[in-house]
């Protein structure tokens, strides 16, 4: 199987028949010491299944990952302290975890190319392949929902205190592994009805 057994890599389109419903999503978000992709390290990995407008917490996804660097600093965002979890996987075995986890999913985050490439980091140091499925970033999905008009004041980004304000999220568990990847996960779905307000859309239009 490929990366996708419904990804037509012959012409880098999904199977019409594939409904967005039916797709495997998983839902993620990444902790950890800090923003710098070389010298930084992962802290914690959270992530949802999502399928057929369910968010399935009860198969949910969470490891605490064993690092030997550590930020203090950053530890007031996500509140992870060195010694918060008493066991904690190395870095090489929660990886093979969240793959196991992962499978051809397609991957939906906030920001996603930093929890991706802090991921591909990773399992290139542990000897692992990068990650070949496909991601959606709910930050570039947002904007397509927006009206297009010079009297309206469009971000370059938008952060997931915006969408959680905008869609009117909780955000009780925010800079929380999980916490945060339940939050994506609903303002995807919110932003799913939206895009489906304006016009049809598919699996395929979400990458366009």
Same mark, same amino acid.
């Given at each position: 199987?490929?990366? /996708?057994?419904?990804?037509?890599?012959?012409?880098?389109?999904?199977?019409?028949?594939?409904?967005?419903?039916?797709?495997? &999503?998983?839902?993620?978000?990444?902790?950890?010491? !800090? #923003?710098?992709? $070389?010298?930084?390290?992962?802290?914690?990995? !959270?992530?949802?299944?999502? +399928?057929?407008?369910?968010?399935?917490?009860?198969?949910? &996804?969470?490891?605490?990952?064993? +690092?030997?660097?550590?930020?203090? =600093?950053?530890?007031?965002?996500? !509140? $992870?302290?060195?010694? #918060?979890?008493?066991?904690?996987? =190395?870095?090489?075995? =929660? *990886?093979?975890? /969240?793959?196991?986890? *992962?499978?051809?999913?397609?991957?939906?985050?906030?920001?996603?190319?930093?929890?991706?490439?802090?991921?591909?980091?990773?399992?290139?140091?542990?000897?692992?392949?990068?990650?070949?499925? @496909?991601?959606?970033?709910?930050?570039?999905?947002?904007?397509?929902?927006? %009206?297009?008009?010079? *009297?309206?004041?469009?971000?370059?980004?938008?952060? *997931?205190?915006?969408?959680?304000?905008?869609?009117? $999220?909780?955000?009780?568990?925010?800079?929380?592994?999980?916490?945060?990847?339940?939050?994506?996960?609903?303002? #995807?779905?919110? $932003? %799913?009805?939206?895009?489906?307000?304006? @016009?049809?859309?598919?699996?395929?239009?979400?990458?366009?």
């Amino acid at each position: 199987m490929g990366v /996708f057994n419904f990804w037509k890599k012959e012409d880098n389109l999904f199977d019409e028949n594939i409904t967005i419903e039916e797709t495997r &999503f998983v839902v993620l978000d990444t902790e950890t010491t !800090g #923003f710098d992709y $070389i010298n930084d390290r992962i802290l914690c990995i !959270g992530a949802l299944v999502l +399928q057929n407008n369910i968010i399935s917490i009860q198969d949910s &996804f969470e490891v605490y990952v064993e +690092q030997d660097h550590y930020d203090k =600093s950053t530890a007031q965002i996500h !509140g $992870i302290l060195k010694d #918060f979890v008493a066991k904690r996987p =190395s870095e090489l075995e =929660s *990886l093979k975890q /969240f793959l196991e986890y *992962l499978g051809d999913s397609i991957i939906i985050a906030h920001h996603a190319h930093f929890d991706i490439t802090m991921i591909n980091r990773a399992l290139v140091r542990n000897g692992l392949p990068e990650l070949s499925n @496909k991601a959606l970033d709910t930050g570039v999905l947002y904007k397509k929902t927006l %009206i297009k008009s010079h *009297l309206f004041e469009r971000k370059d980004h938008y952060t *997931l205190d915006d969408l959680a304000d905008k869609f009117d $999220i909780s955000k009780k568990d925010r800079h929380t592994a999980l916490g945060d990847a339940y939050i994506t996960a609903i303002a #995807f779905l919110k $932003i %799913i009805k939206k895009l489906r307000e304006k @016009k049809e859309t598919n699996l395929n239009r979400l990458f366009k």
